[in-house]
């Protein structure tokens, strides 16, 4: 799996670019677990005006962090794209395209195992990639569900929390309250990839 991150930087030149004649981008990479450190280097000509010309030599330091629900293990780095734009006369604006190559999403498996045990996990019929957990009834996990025995019969899913999501959008689109997902659920923060247990009332 790929992805690509853009790196953005406005760099102040110490006199008017007229034009840039040419321009080259260097760079270096290490990672270390999720943590990727690096440097740019931008240099090249430039005129200062129609006749005057100048060189530029920019450093420019890297950090990213990819997310832990990747496993990083075999990822690579490089350079996807490169572009730049000129404003305010002496102001260049660079995008750097960084890109990460070797990404494999990891399966919560320690969140779900337990709910495993205590039904089949299919998938829902709409699109939105949940997963439905069937034939609980009263017997459920303590440690997530609640124990009142006059519960009428509840089915749950297992939300894949996705890029925006938040508990404000979640609990809107399952009908359920907050308080209800944190009877469910050990809630401090939620982050893509993150499983949440929703629990709902069959017809």
């Known amino acids: 799996m790929k992805k690509v991150y853009t790196f953005k930087k406005d760099v102040l030149f110490k006199n008017n670019i007229y034009e840039i004649l040419s321009i080259a981008l260097d760079k270096t990479f290490s990672v270390d677990g999720y943590t990727i450190r690096g440097e740019f280097n931008i240099s090249g000509d430039y005129l200062i005006k129609e006749n005057e010309q100048d060189t ?33 006369d002496n102001r260049l604006c660079v995008n750097i395209d960084v890109l990460v190559d070797g990404l494999e999403e990891k399966e919560n498996r320690d969140f779900i195992e337990e709910v495993e045990a205590k039904g089949e996990l299919i998938e829902d019929d709409d699109d939105d990639d949940d997963l439905e957990l069937a034939s609980l009834s009263n017997d459920r996990p303590n440690h997530y569900f609640s124990s009142d025995e006059d519960s009428a019969f509840i089915t ?48």
């Open 156 to 203: 749950y899913r297992v939300c894949i929390v996705r890029e925006g999501d938040t508990l404000d959008s979640i609990t809107n689109k399952y009908a359920v309250s907050l308080d209800t997902l944190k009877e469910y659920n050990i809630i401090n923060e939620i982050n893509p990839g993150d499983k949440l247990i929703i629990p709902y009332e069959r017809d």
């Open 56 to 88: 530029f030599n920019i450093n420019i330091p890297y950090l990213n962090y990819i997310e832990d629900v990747y496993d990083v293990s075999n990822i690579t780095v490089d350079i996807d794209d490169f572009y730049y734009d000129v404003k305010d």
